[in-house]
């Protein structure tokens, strides 16, 4: 029987160990992952989470992070974005980089734009899927997700769940870090089990009483790759190459550690 919230408060406390920032500071950078919730945004603010996901899917976060300020003053707002000539968006493109995804943000402002047009608002939009709390039926989750792959590019299986755990809603978005991490620890049966991830997300945020999305962002930030200047740490620790878990509170309860680290240590 696996102790959720015991098991968190471990990655809790080895994630604080490896800041270049406070303590202090750390929580109140993560104190807007306790607070999604798409109804109390603009539907502007709404379009830039639908930006922002679709740069960071496939692409180092730390690469992206560095550049969010500037993707955020040229592709923050869709009505602009949706009546840029070519040579406007040759200009974007030129000091953002990366122009399949800009691509991709200038044909969804046109999409978010008539979807405004049709609903008067994304939470009614969303609304008439009937869904009326950040914990919906998962029939009509489903047929958001799916209405929201069809309609916007850039949505893929993964990146669809990020979006919609931005949104605020109760979905853990099961990248390959949270996957691999999942994995590690032996609570699902391979790193592609995306409904397992899913399945065990919700299992600590219940025990932990706090949103899937904080729950994200902490396994996230442990498994990732080089220093965030946006969260304030050093670099991840489990890696997917020499994951350092010399560092990691969570041993004891890792099966990855016990069969694969641990005897190769003992041989020393
Ligand atoms: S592989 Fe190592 S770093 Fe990753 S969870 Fe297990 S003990 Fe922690």
Redesign the pocket.
Known sequence: MVDYKLLFSKFEE?IKKNLFISEEEFSKRLQPFLEMDFRKKSDKDIFWIIVYVNFYSGIRAVTIERKLDLIKSELYDYQKISDLDEDEKLRIISKIGFPKKCGYCFKNAKSFQELIDKYGSFENYVKSFNINSLTPNTDNIERLRNDLKNRFYGLGPRTVNHLLTDLGFNVLKPDRVICR?FF??GLIDSIDDLNGAIREGKNFEKAIGKPIRYVDIIFVKY?QMGKSEQFGTKDG??LENN???Q??N??EF?K??KEK?QPASLQF
């Open positions: 080895s991490i590690r620890l498994g620790i489990c994951p350092k878990c560092m990691c969570a041993k890792c990855y550690y680290i």
